[in-house]
């Protein structure tokens, strides 16, 4: 009997041995522009960035990353303070600027609570691996999530879709316990 229950344990734990470790995903939230939150594995690092637009010129923005098993995930943070009546143009720009050079596979009209944008996904230039990404507006904030799977990855990992799909504008949504992130300085 003895025998049989250890080799029980023996066995679960050779299964247990052989999967790939998962990474710890966490609950995240900013508060600038009317608040979001999101969920993303591992630690996010922040970064001042500018970002480029043709039709409304240089922006401050933020974005914040994280790198875990052969993805990035990023999230992109443009303030576009005056600029609220080009929401429409502004998101169209940049799901064109996503799109450049890509093999399209998917893009969407998307709806993350009250807040419209678009979600695509696109295999990437020279076998560079698959994006997906969701990109909205919200309190004159452009806001562009990520997830690239570098070359080597599984483009098939469902993980890409629960970070974009983990976007959320309504603060009753954010997870308790979920970490703020701040701008840096």
């Not at 247990?16 to 591992?42: L, R, T």
């Not at 500018?50 to 401050?60: D, L, N, V």
């Not at 009546?85 to 799109?99: C, F, G, Y």
């Amino acid at each position: 009997m003895r025998l049989s229950i250890l080799a029980g344990l023996l066995g679960t734990a050779l299964v247990f041995a052989g999967v790939p470790a998962q990474a710890a995903w966490h609950a995240y939230y900013i508060k600038v522009g009317g608040g979001f939150s999101f969920d993303a594995p591992g630690d996010m690092k922040a970064d001042k960035i500018t970002y480029t637009s043709a039709m409304a010129g240089q922006h401050k923005a933020v974005i914040f990353t994280s790198n875990e098993d052969n993805v990035d995930y990023k999230i992109t943070i443009v303030d576009f303070t005056g600029r609220g009546s080009d929401e429409s143009a502004l998101i169209k720009e940049a799901t064109a600027a996503s799109q450049d050079r890509t093999k399209v596979l998917m893009d969407e009209e998307a709806r993350v609570d009250s807040s419209y944008g678009r979600k695509l996904t696109v295999d990437l230039p020279e076998n560079g691996g698959r994006s997906m990404s969701g990109i909205f507006f919200k309190d004159d904030r452009l806001i562009h999530m990520q997830a690239i799977v570098r070359p080597g990855g599984n483009v098939l990992s469902s993980d890409m879709g629960r970070f974009v799909d983990s976007l959320a504008f309504n603060e009753t949504r954010s997870e308790e316990g979920a970490t703020e992130l701040a701008f840096p300085d």
